[in-house]
């Protein structure tokens, strides 16, 4: 009965997951293309900095702590209140710190805003201390394999806030409403963790409990670092090599890669990682790895066949043929997003396994390894970037499916065949001959109607969507008759229990 239960939990969990991480990717390429046109590129960037400056000072907090509290189950209460604490005196230490570094670099970019706007863009720091703080209380609902409420954080998050800063730009205001978008986001995911749910505990220093968690903690947050780095210094270098025109291009694909990586986090945080660490055999976590890659397969891997096949379609739908050289690129960064996805399956089971020494080695193998690779080739265009990036997540899956088979004992080339490439490539079969048939039995779309061109894509989306939902059905069947059937096929079930 307990495992039937832990199974029902999961799954909901896993829909949960699905529509809240669906939300991650529609709603912030919907603001981004709604702001865009408002406000303008300059603002836009200027925007962008003060984000990418707060995330990557949010990784100093040492959020790894978080997959510390999920490893150490020791005094639970007493170890969250001092993360608490910590969490809270980094976040607002944080805060000047973000402020100073924001300002010397729009002052030697010579991009220095109104005053008004820089307050507001002063305030996206505030995500600093409101993100470490929630990673307390998410902790403790991972502790209670909560999967449901932790994936529902996405959807509120986003589509509260949503709702938020379209109405300030409905009002006049645009730059206080992508400002409220933005923040709205980390209050949302706040309200949705906390309330009703008595989590939050009270912050009290423990150097003893901070002490047991720092030999975890440390490592973790190296990861944090690395995989923020792996989002961030390929966009630096492009812009600084390339010049503008093709850096807007690639900033524009890099939105849509950037959309599975806020889809993998979620389904990561709220339902792998707590999947994971319940898990504490080798064919329970094997089990769990393919739980996981189906739901990835079908979630990002339908969403990036459908996008990959229709790019050049839907870039001109939406954003006019002016954006139309940013296809390729985007295309195939929309694979590469899968790919991360995939990468992050591996690196949540290596977080909570005690392997975080091992996966920051290989994640700051894949930076410098990606780093050199777009360097070399960011002069050639957006599109080599972006097939240098793709060579980069490519090398990391390697390496991390690599060090995963240590604590699965599986063999990784076969898993990653059968959950993984032959779905996918699947999908992007009936996606390509679902436009075809849309465009009259031809692939070329010049000449086209909008109308044509909105079905074609369509089509695309609901053909990879069928297959993807029809593979996630299939093996869903297979795990209940498999639990049917042999006792040890439970193990698939959160933390590979039997029944009771």
């Known amino acids: 009965m307990r495992s039937e239960r832990a199974s029902g939990t999961y799954l909901r969990g896993a829909a949960w997951a699905a529509l809240s991480g669906g939300a991650s990717i529609l709603l912030p390429l919907t603001v981004f293309l709604v702001f865009a046109r408002e406000i303008g590129p300059e603002s836009i960037g ?46 607002l230490l944080l805060l000047p710190v973000h402020g100073g570094v924001l300002v010397t670099l729009l002052a030697v970019t010579g991009g220095t805003p109104p005053p008004g706007d820089l307050f507001l863009l002063l305030l996206v720091g505030l995500r600093i201390p409101i993100d470490l703080m929630l990673l307390q209380p998410q902790a403790e609902l991972a502790r209670r394999g909560a999967y449901a409420r932790l994936a529902a954080r996405g959807l509120v998050g986003n589509l509260g806030a949503t709702i938020v800063g379209f109405a300030i730009l409905a009002a006049g205001h645009p730059m206080l409403g992508l400002t409220a978008y933005t923040l709205g986001i980390s209050v949302g995911h706040g309200l949705a963790t906390i309330i009703g749910t008595r989590t939050l505990r009270r912050p009290r220093w423990d150097g003893a409990r901070l002490r047991a968690l720092w030999h975890e903690g440390r490592p973790a947050s190296a990861v944090r670092f690395c995989a923020t780095a792996n989002n961030q210094l390929d966009q630096l270098l492009v812009g600084a090599i390339a010049g503008p025109l093709v850096f807007a291009q690639f900033n524009f694909a890099k939105r849509i890669e950037s959309a599975f990586g806020s889809l993998s986090s979620i389904l990561a945080t709220s339902l792998f990682q707590p999947d994971f660490a319940g898990r504490t055999t080798p064919a329970a976590r094997a089990a769990g790895l393919r739980n996981a890659l189906t739901i990835v397969v079908v979630t990002c891997g339908s969403v990036a066949a459908a996008f990959a096949v229709s790019a050049d379609l839907l870039v001109g739908l939406v954003l006019g043929p002016a954006w139309a050289a940013a296809a390729p690129a985007a295309a195939v960064l929309a694979v590469s997003g899968y790919g991360r996805a995939i990468g992050s399956v591996h690196a949540a089971l290596l977080s909570v396994s005690g392997r975080n020494g091992m996966l920051f080695a290989r994640f700051a193998v894949t930076i410098l390894v990606g780093a050199v690779l777009v360097a070399a080739t960011a002069w050639h265009g957006a599109l080599a970037a972006a097939l240098a990036v793709a060579a980069q997540i490519l090398l990391g899956v390697v390496l991390l499916s690599a060090a995963t088979r240590r604590v699965t004992d599986v063999p990784a080339l076969r898993v990653h065949l059968l959950h993984a490439v032959v779905p996918f490539v699947a999908m992007l079969a009936i996606a390509a001959l679902a436009r075809w048939a849309a465009l009259g039995m031809s692939w070329n779309a010049e000449g086209a109607s909008p109308a044509h061109l909105g079905a074609a894509v369509l089509a695309a989306s609901v053909a990879a969507g069928t297959m993807g939902l029809a593979f996630g059905l299939a093996w869903l069947g297979w795990v209940r008759r498999s639990a049917a059937t042999a006792p040890v096929a439970l193990q698939v079930m959160p933390g590979g229990g039997s029944p009771a």
């Open 46 to 91: 200027r925007f962008a900095l003060a984000v990418a400056v707060a995330e990557i000072l949010k990784v100093c907090g040492m959020p790894g702590f978080y997959e510390a509290l999920l490893a150490n189950r020791r005094q639970p209460a007493r170890s969250q209140a001092a993360a608490l604490a910590f969490f809270l005196g980094a976040g």
